[in-house]
């Protein structure tokens, strides 16, 4: 018997009801009993859903609230002190105190989930953490599936990964906590056992991951005991391959273990070779964290070559990780465009691809014919669509010279006759790009998308706006300008949207972290740009004053990693695509007379693979691609950059490699300490730490922002320092920036008397 599985469903609902309800609920307007029923509708339609369609096995505890890990946290009662938690069980509110903070306690850190943009609650530990079972969330969820009559099998994050994902306050071992913790995971599971579970899902995804040995130790102690419950256990890796970890792998006392074949399709033969006898292999053959339909044709055969060697009873058909990261359902994307839509499957599509995969192994590729057929007919039409590939790109992209990665000349050379065409003071000033973006530019921006407002009055709108700008930056006597960035609604959407290949969903929804969903845009062809996208705001901008007019863009590596991106073509491929759009509109903007062009990367670091040995391979092709986007310049042309981060101690050498002649990072809030990636590694470049923390309401002094500056001139040579904010100003007002900023200038002219 093949079973068709899953390792969880969006949560977050097919219209986005999880974020109407516990925004509703967090607002006051929901009661916590309306708040649960929403949960538990949800719930019911997941499980319908998934059932209907034909799944034996399907993930309960894969819906939260807010975040599985915090759920982890609430059910073994790892609640740090200040939300004085006194025992029995975690009730909501103390849950959410947890994941958002409120007026007398603050949050629990957040941070990105593995290499996804789903963000996860940070667990805190210290060395006197004890654990506890103190939610019945998982107990409750999962009677409530069996009462429907759900095949369920409970998930819970590994203990190993739990704990190698929290921190330590007090430097202990976060894994010396295992002993304590494993015999709370040993009663978790021996009461799921007595509500009638026969299998349960330990998701460990730090097994496909660099492991320490502590961590390989702790695998093994941890897969014994959960073992002993009497309840099957399902190991479950992803987002990347076992590797030098296969062995260990192989080694674990589970019942099953399911592998990720999207990510690592290249481990398949020697997993299956070396698979221990009598145990079951899970095959993550449906991309559980993209939007494209699987080649099934090409997947069922794999199955059937596992299948031929380990026995059909030894096989289970899975996405190759959580759907959590894929849209929910395809079918209502009423206005995209036909034959784009035919080539994708959101989750509900992809559980009926696992089903389908299931009857082809078990009763034979007859069975299947109709969807063979009609996989066969995508594959074919991706591979020669001629809105995917373009004849043009693919020739430019063959083209490619070793001149087009670099500037003319080397920095000091462009930096001398930079300095002579701007003509800047020391210390110069500038923004990051965007300026406040308030209600009536919001308003135009919809209305004109609406058809409501015309193109005359939506630019007449967005030019008042950018002359606003530009006279206040002059009254605030900023040296280098920004036209503010009202007409655009988000970074990568902006430009996504005036490139080809890229298409936009409607209903795309992915969780970001609680009820900030994202939609991102589809790259789903070669990309090229038909038409300028900025020039005409930027030339405008600059025809109003006679200081520098920075142009503004995003960088391909950030327009890569914001977007679900094509399957067909390796990402770096990709990313020089892009890279060739950006570059021709670097080029535009220099024929059009800006001579500071900035290119946000904010992405680079987020990019990182998740092992460390393919970390160069990586940086190699985003450092190419930024080189690609901004080298066609002249000398005299100021390349920057930006990323809102600073910790670049792993990448600076990658960082220098962008030759941008001058970076914005995030320096604020850590006082300047993060500066020390640049300060050891001597970086030569021109750079601008952030002295203005935008994430805050807060005016800083000018005082404070003098500080700052003295703390970067005692290591930094002072002509290589600008002065701006952390980042770009468009969630702030504007009654906090015009202080904030004129504090800036009078702290950057300080600095100048003082320095010289
Ligand atoms: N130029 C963008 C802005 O100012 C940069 C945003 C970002 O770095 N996230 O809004
Ligand atoms: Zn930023």
Redesign the pocket.
Known sequence: MVFATNLGYPRIGARRELKKATESYWKGDLSEADLIQAGADIRKTNWMTQKDAGLDMIPVGDFSFYDQVLDMTALVGAIPARYNFKGGMVDLPTYFAMARGNDSVTAMEMTKWFDTNYHYIVPEFDAATDFKISSSKIFDETKEALDMGIPARPVLVGPVTYLSLGKTKDESDALALLPKLLPVYKEIISRLKTIGIEWVQIDEPILAMDLSDAQKAALKTSCAALTECGVKICLATYFCGLRDNQALALSLPFDALHIDLKRAPEQLESVVKNFPAGKILSLGLIDGRNIWKADLRAALTKAQQTADVLGMDRVWIAPSCSMIHSPNDLDLEVRMDEQLKSWMAYAKQKVSEIVALRDGLMKGENAIADALAASDEVVKDRATSSRIHNTGVKSRMASLEPSMFARESNFKKRREKQHAALGLPTFPTT????FPQTKEIREARAAFKRGDLDMPHYQQAMRDEILRVVRFQEEMDIDVL?HG?PE?ND?VEYFGEQLQGYTFSQNGWVQSYGSRYVKPPIIFGDVSRPTPMTVEWSAYAQSLTDRPMKG?L?GPITMLFWSFVRDDQPRSETCKQIALAIRDEVQDLEKAGIKVI?I?E?AIREGLPLRREDWQDYLNWAVDSFRLSASCVHDETQIHT???YSEFNDIIQSIADLDADAISIETSRSQMELLEAFVNFQYPNEIGPGVYDIHSPRIPTENEMIILLEKAAMVLDPSQIWVNPD????TRGWKEVEPALRHMVDAAKVMRKRVG
């Open positions: 923004s990051i790009g965007s920004v960035e655009r970074m503004m995003t900035q946000d904010p930006h990323m809102c980042c770009g100003l468009k």
